[in-house]
T-cell receptor, first 116, second 112 residues
Framework: GAVVSQHPSRVICKSGTSVKIECRSL??????MFWYRQFPKQSLMLMAT?????????EQGVEKDKFLINHASLTLSTLTVTSAHPEDSSFYIC????????????FGPGTRLTVT | GDSVTQMEGPVTLSEEAFLTINCTYT??????LFWYVQYPGEGLQLLLK?????DKGSNKGFEATYRKETTSFHLEKGSVQVSDSAVYFC???????????FGAGTQVVVTP
């Protein structure tokens, strides 16, 4: 149990286009989902926290107009990178916090975004 | 603010060697502490955790003890295998809302 999936696992897009990444909790409902960004050989940096049905809370320095987060249901959150540029290339990882358990958090496998 | 410091890698070991990865933290209150493992090209997998002082987390031969007096949560394994080659992240979670603070990660390379 407690599986989180991400789609796509890898995506290549051209500079200036937008790309959407999905994060799904497959066997549980998630009140809260988190989006992280990981640069090569570096740690994870929290980008934003999203709660179902409300606006996401962005960490300092993260452009909310560039990284659009939608958490429309208890099992799905999406991250849209708008007008992507090569510097947005990164590994994006989501995690989900179950509605019932409260404090546990489960990570998705990540999405590798490459902007050319 | 809260922070996690872990030893830099890469750590290169021979199979069956003893592994220690040091992790210390700074936090107000009483955080929960975690070790996550990331295999190449994959996301994070929870390896073990401890939620209060003196707790010992263990899994797959790995152990770590929550030491409040030294603010540490060092990861150990007595005999590593090639399949243990990965990046290991120490992390803390200071509140129930679930925001993690990760260390920089330590790459471990185990050679046959």
């Amino acid at each position: 149990g407690a599986v989180v999936s991400q789609h796509p696992s890898r995506v290549i897009c051209k500079s200036g286009t937008s790309v959407k990444i999905e994060c799904r909790s497959l066997d549980f409902q998630a009140t809260t989902m988190f989006w992280y960004r990981q640069f090569p050989k570096q740690s994870l940096m929290l980008m934003a926290t999203s709660n179902e049905g409300s606006k996401a809370t962005y960490e300092q320095g993260v452009e909310k107009d560039k990284f659009l987060i939608n958490h429309a249901s208890l099992t799905l959150s999406t991250l849209t990178v708008t007008s992507a540029h090569p510097e947005d290339s990164s590994f994006y990882i989501c995690s989900a916090r179950p509605l019932v358990e409260g404090y546990e958090q489960y990570f998705g496998p990540g999405t590798r975004l490459t902007v050319t | 603010g809260d922070s996690v410091t872990q030893m830099e890698g890469p750590v290169t070991l021979s199979e069956e060697a003893f592994l220690t990865i040091n992790c210390t933290y700074t936090a107000t209150g009483y955080p929960s502490l975690f070790w996550y493992v990331q295999y190449p090209g994959e996301g994070l997998q929870l390896l073990l955790k401890a939620t209060k002082a003196d707790d010992k987390g263990s899994n797959k031969g790995f152990e770590a003890t929550y030491r409040k007096e030294t603010t540490s949560f060092h990861l150990e394994k007595g005999s590593v295998q090639v399949s243990d080659s990965a990046v290991y992240f120490c992390a803390l979670r200071a509140d129930s809302w679930g925001k993690f603070q990760f260390g920089a990660g330590t790459q471990v390379v185990v050679t046959p």
